[in-house]
Nanobody
Framework: EVQPVESGGGSVQVGGSLKLSCTFP???????MSWYRQAPGKEREFVSG???????NYADSVKGRFTISRANVRNTVYLQMNRLTSDDTAMYYC????????????????WGQGTQVTVST
């Protein structure tokens, strides 16, 4: 089954940076893409999203520190994470939401398997 493929996670010290990447293999189904995260014992939460027209939005907890962007090839998005704190430790998941006009062919949502981000002191 096709799904987003995340990469770029790892371990970093407080104050450090990481850049996550997400690629969705089927360009016919690429739509709004977003990042979510889930820490142990917590609900999955929205982090950042970018629409097909380039509009972006962020959770308050990451505004000013994280930047989402798309590559020139629209099926790849990045999440640049700066000034990381221990609260950013979580599994980060990429989600792709195809355009409504494609739902005859695509699923309504696609989730990746996640990439782990660990921030330590």
């Amino acid at each position: 089954e096709v799904q987003p493929v995340e990469s770029g996670g790892g371990s970093v010290q407080v104050g450090g940076s990481l850049k996550l990447s997400c690629t969705f293999p089927d360009t016919n189904c690429v739509g709004d893409m977003s990042w979510y995260r889930q820490a142990p014992g917590k609900e999955r939460e929205f982090v950042s999203g970018i629409d097909v027209d380039g509009s972006t939005n962020y959770a308050d907890s990451v505004k000013g520190r994280f930047t989402i962007s798309r590559a020139n090839v629209r099926n790849t998005v990045y999440l640049q994470m700066n000034r990381l704190t221990s609260d950013d430790t979580a599994m980060y998941y990429c989600k792709n939401k195809p355009p409504p006009g494609r739902l005859w062919y695509c699923k309504s949502n696609y989730w990746g398997q996640g990439t782990q981000v660990t921030v330590s002191t």
